[in-house]
């Protein structure tokens, strides 16, 4: 059943009918994925004047949020705690505000070929489509780790489900996936549904976690957990799996904190006909994987500059599909930031005439072009493929030259990985991190290492508390750090 | 008099709370690192509320309904207050907002839609 607040341009589709036939639609940005990055990337890229295409594989936008009924959703955007349908349509609505969005539900994207002018594939219910657009935003979430990612034998029953699948299964499908249910790993998403599942009735017998401390928040420990009951056991994990057809039973061991490895001896036997999996999401880094560009090991998510600007000129990438995001406010936040300068390179790129040999179009005619299907011989034709148009025009990245953000002392990753000139002319830079381990009472120190060895510090940021579960996010001003061969951040400790 | 221990959620700290309670008031909280840790000791230690989230079955229709309580309610209520939402089933259209049930478990407090059905 649709939701009543998604969006679904007739406009676009009639005219994706008429693109199938004759050719690729244009744009200058396209953003994929219409989650909360995506929704506001999108409505960004539009303030800024450009016209944009919005494509979600799903009927509705929203993304996670729409399968996220709980609570907790958009204290910093709307100073207000939301449930994730109702910050998804908020975000929805805004979209449809008068912005000129094209959206496409129900429209998977099968490939970016990235160069001047990005290609991007798209299976829909209309057939084949291939939009163009110099700009290209990458919002295409996360994917959860899976049960490969762990180290089980015995049989593989079914029962077995990751907590984020369960979690659809139950608030949109309307399913109880099981009666008698263990969950392994405390992210946040398997205590959330530890409390979503006793509250329809199933029995949660408990949460397993292998570190020796839980990874997701105190504040749903308390309300999920304690609140119901429900156990938590650390330093255990799950070592077998039991059931014919259906899951019987698992094993769970203890587990060494020094090495991580099950205690032999400590197995014991818990019914249930449920195992739920919440131990960890991934960047959905496919596309970008594919398009050619740069990964980091540590994110599993794009290498971007402040701009959110991927190695590929042009594609830029935003929310949980550039790192794992916990709080939602922060990944359209971002989105924001991909959405503006997606939309600035994309009209650069058209005001230089770089793509058809036009000079500069004034606005209204933009919008015309925008619309015009040009059939696929053209668009290779005309829009400069050549080396030297491509270098004049597509972007500042194949010109400019980049200073790494690195992670110090207790930093797991920084974002964005790279700064390019213009950060340092400008206002501050947000940076966004994740500490290592657990500190307190420490403080965050940003720092410029410039030629000769000499350190500037940029940023000092004390804190009570820093965990790997909350993203750190600084704005630091970087003026005094022009020419310097790094950034660094690091955590000192008191 | 009875001492209450709770773990302050308003921060990652996550600060040990005793709270000292006689007679439904609070005499003192401790081991709070600051004031929003005495404030949530002083009201979780004898009036904990809780904001309830569901989800309702919608006649004629697969996807079901998320609804939320429209203010938080009384952590002893929740009990009942499942038990009714358990036996709630809606009828479409609804939008996002309205309300589908109220005055939930003799809270007061009504149940709203936190999406659009139709
Ligand atoms: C279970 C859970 C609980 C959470 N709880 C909270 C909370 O209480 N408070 C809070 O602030 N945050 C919470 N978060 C975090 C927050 O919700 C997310 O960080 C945020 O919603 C991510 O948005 P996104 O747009 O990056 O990704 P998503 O919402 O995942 O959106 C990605 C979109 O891309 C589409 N897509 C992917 N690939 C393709 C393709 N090839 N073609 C077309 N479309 C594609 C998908 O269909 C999807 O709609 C939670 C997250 C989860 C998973
Ligand atoms: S008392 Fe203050 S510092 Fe301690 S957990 Fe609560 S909010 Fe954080």
Redesign the interface.
Known sequence: ?????ALSAEGALSEGLQAASSGPLNYDVVVIGGGAAGLAAARAAADEGARVALVDREPSQGGIL?QC???GFGLHRFAE?L?G??YA?REIAALADGSAVDVFPVATVLAVEAGPVKRVSVASPLGALTLCAPAVVLATGSKERSQGALNLSGSRPSGVFSAGTAQNF?????CLPGKRVVVLGSGDIGLIMAR?MT???AEVLGVYELMDTPSG???NI??CLD?FGIPLHLSRTVTRLEGEGRLEAVWISQVDSATRKPIPGTEQRVECDTLLLSVGLLPENKLAKAAGAQLSPITGGAVVDQRMETSLPGVFACGNALHIHDLVDFASAEGEVAGREAARAALAVVASGALSGLPSLPDGAREARGAQPVSSSDAVGSLGLSAGLASGGTSRSSRVSFVPAVPGEGVRYVVPQRLGDDAFDGGPVKLSLRVSGSF?NGRIVVEALMPGDEIVPLKRKPF????P??MVQLEVPMSEAWGCNEIRVRVEEA | MTTVEL?C?C????CPLTVEVSGGEVLSVEGQ?CRRGAQYGRVEAVAPE??????V??EG????L?V?TAAPIP?NT?DAA?GQL?QLVVH??I??GQVVLENLANTGVSVIA?????
């Open positions: 059943m649709a939701d009543e607040s729409r009924v709980h609570n705690e449930t349908p109702e349509a139950m608030n949109l499908q309307g979503r509250l329809q009735g928040l105190r504040r308390v309300q609140d307190r009570m508390v820093a965990v579960a909350e | 773990t959620i921060c990652p700290l996550g690192s809780r904001m309830l989230a569901f989800v079955p919608v229709c697969l996807e079901p998320s939320k952590k929740m499942v358990r479409p259209p939008a996002q936190t999406k659009g059905v139709c």
